[in-house]
């Protein structure tokens, strides 16, 4: 069944049928969430409401683009509401993700002074890409976590393959600025 079908059953009443679309696009939307979010629980809480506001939404839907890329556009748009709701209880969560981490470490792995210096390369890496401007951070996010071509992040960001080439190299210099301060080449 096309998903243009499979989309129109659901309208008529087949709500079931969701569940296909879900099972198609979970991986990819999960994916642009974690590029957000940083955190796998935050992660799969947020795919969760991305796709009850896109089976919510659903008959806004009217085929001009491909499915994938409204979806996406659905994906960055909660994933920026979220991030904007969650800002303050997100260090709190990302303070007790590293203490639980630091406390459950297993004997085997690196030294712990290794171990702390790889978790704040990590966390350096993450504030620079949660500080760049909204539109280079989704370009970022739906390049690199979720590997889509310029042509395909045009689509969803409603731009030209020019302007998100250029929001890309904009983040690549502002990323490496960014971290060259930050982590510095130890």
Not at 77 to 91: D, V
Not at 95 to 109: G, M, P, T, V
Not at 141 to 164: F, N, T
């Amino acid at each position: 069944m096309s998903e243009q079908k499979l989309i129109q059953a659901i309208l008529n009443g087949d709500s079931s049928k969701f569940e296909l679309l879900v099972l198609k696009y979970q991986t990819m939307v999960f994916h642009t969430a974690m590029g957000f979010v940083h955190n796998r629980e935050d992660a799969e809480d947020l795919t969760q409401d991305i796709f009850i506001h896109a089976f919510e939404s659903l008959s806004s839907f009217k085929g001009n683009s491909e499915f994938s890329t409204w979806l996406y556009r659905i994906s960055v748009n909660t994933s920026i509401n979220q991030l904007k709701k969650r800002k303050r209880s997100q260090i709190f969560h990302f303070a007790e993700d590293l203490l639980q981490s630091i406390f459950n470490k297993e004997s085997n792995d690196p030294d712990p002074e290794q171990y702390l210096i790889d978790i704040e390369r990590n966390v350096a890496i993450r504030n620079a890409i949660d500080s760049l401007p909204e539109k280079q951070r989704t370009a970022f996010v739906l390049s690199k976590y979720d590997d889509l071509s310029q042509k395909e992040i045009a689509a969803i960001m409603h731009c030209s393959e020019g302007s998100v080439e250029q929001l890309l190299q904009r983040t690549k210099t502002s990323l490496q600025r960014k971290l060259s301060i930050k982590v510095g080449n130890k």
